[in-house]
């Protein structure tokens, strides 16, 4: 009966083995301690629900204290949206400068062009005095054309020159402007290279003025003061002329013929410089 308890024994020795094994594996794993069901993944996870939660608690309260509408937004829409602004900010500054800059290139071209118009016009008006300059020189340099007047038989010259001249200044101051206008205009024909044939037109432009023959009367006045001579009549031949010319609605070839009487004649009477005043006025000159 021992024998069998001592075989029942040696029998069972290696299931005991294998137990008491177990035994002792399952007690170290016990001393092992156990991995955080937690790790780094879900506490950041965790975080964010609590911050989440956090957040609609204050959306809460603020609802209630306010009675208003809530915008619920998170936080990471919030900062986009705080950068989104920011950048429609920084376009429209840029924006604005553009805007800026492009008003200051406008004002300039707009200036450049009114600049430019303001030198074509005044090129436009000197090239028109120019012109108008160079008819006068051209008027002046050509013989003027004087219509003649059929003398009658009974009142017909002499041929001399001096006393056709003074048969002339005798009817003007006896008033006979018509026989004095055919005495001067005979003269001019007959002895236009005389050195009393510059005088002799004016005192016919004299006679033809009188007479309201204005283009007649601007033509001798020319002749006459060819060369602009330095006579006691040249300066009252240069009012004259003046005259004529705005008789005709010339005032621009008026305000010319004036320019040149202070230049050509500074020691004209105060008597002619009035005169001279007055043609200025009444032909509106500038200057």
Same mark, same amino acid.
């Given at each position: 009966?021992?024998?069998?308890?001592?075989?029942?024994?040696?029998?069972?020795?290696?299931? *005991?083995?294998?137990?008491?094994?177990?035994?002792?594996? +399952?007690?170290?794993?016990?001393?092992?301690?156990?991995?955080?069901?937690?790790?780094?993944?879900?506490?950041?996870?965790?975080?964010?629900?609590?911050?989440?939660?956090? @957040?609609?608690?204050?959306?809460? +309260?603020?609802?209630? @204290?306010?009675?208003?509408?809530?915008?619920?937004?998170?936080?990471?829409?919030?900062?986009?949206?705080?950068?989104?602004?920011?950048?429609?900010?920084?376009?429209?500054?840029?924006?604005?400068?553009?805007?800026?800059?492009?008003?200051?290139?406008?004002?300039?071209?707009?200036?450049?062009?009114?600049?430019?118009?303001?030198? @074509?016009?005044?090129?436009?008006?000197?090239?028109?005095?120019?012109?108008?300059?160079?008819?006068?020189?051209?008027? *002046?340099?050509?013989?003027?054309?004087?219509?003649?007047?059929?003398?009658?038989?009974?009142?017909?010259?002499?041929?001399?020159?001096?006393?056709? +001249?003074?048969e002339g200044r005798k009817q003007?101051?006896?008033?006979?402007?018509?026989?004095?206008?055919?005495?001067?205009?005979?003269?001019?024909?007959? +002895?236009?290279?005389?050195?009393?044939?510059?005088e002799a037109r004016y005192w016919?432009?004299?006679?033809?003025?009188?007479?309201?023959?204005?283009?007649?009367?601007?033509?001798?006045?020319?002749?006459?003061?060819?060369?602009?001579?330095?006579?006691?009549?040249?300066?009252?031949?240069?009012?004259?002329?003046? #005259?004529?010319?705005?008789?005709?609605?010339?005032?621009?070839?008026?305000?010319?013929?004036?320019?040149?009487?202070?230049? #050509?004649?500074?020691?004209?009477?105060?008597?002619?410089?009035?005169?001279?005043?007055?043609?200025?006025? @009444?032909?509106?000159?500038?200057?």
């Open positions: 009966m021992i024998s069998s308890r001592v075989s029942s024994a040696l029998k069972a020795a290696p299931f *005991l083995a294998v137990l008491i094994a177990v035994t002792a594996t +399952f007690a170290a794993q016990a001393q092992t301690p156990m991995p955080d069901p937690l790790d780094d993944r879900s506490v950041r996870r965790l975080e964010k629900m609590e911050k989440v939660v956090r @957040e609609l608690r204050a959306i809460v +309260f603020q609802g209630r @204290e306010s009675g208003k509408p809530v915008v619920v937004q998170d936080s990471e829409s919030a900062e986009l949206l705080a950068s989104l602004t920011e950048r429609i900010t920084d376009l429209e500054q840029s924006l604005t400068r553009n805007n800026a800059t492009s008003e200051g290139l406008t004002f300039d071209l707009d200036q450049t062009q009114k600049a430019l118009a303001r030198s @074509e016009a005044a090129n436009k008006g000197l090239s028109e005095k120019l012109a108008s300059l160079e008819a006068r020189i051209v008027a *002046l340099e050509t013989p003027p054309v004087v219509e003649a007047v059929e003398a009658t038989p009974a009142t017909e010259p002499p041929v001399d020159p001096a006393v056709l +001249f003074a003007m101051t006896e008033g006979d402007n018509a026989g004095a206008e055919t005495t001067f205009a005979r003269y001019v024909s007959s +002895f236009g290279d005389n050195a009393k044939a510059p016919l432009g004299k006679t033809l003025t009188a007479r309201g023959a204005n283009a007649e009367a601007a033509s001798a006045y020319i002749g006459a003061i060819r060369g602009w001579p330095k006579t006691a009549w040249a300066p009252d031949a240069v009012v004259e002329l003046s #005259r004529a010319l705005i008789a005709q609605r010339l005032p621009v070839d008026a305000c010319q013929t004036l320019s040149e009487l202070p230049r #050509r004649y500074p020691s004209a009477s105060t008597a002619i410089m009035a005169r001279a005043q007055a043609a200025r006025l @009444e032909a509106k000159c500038t200057g």
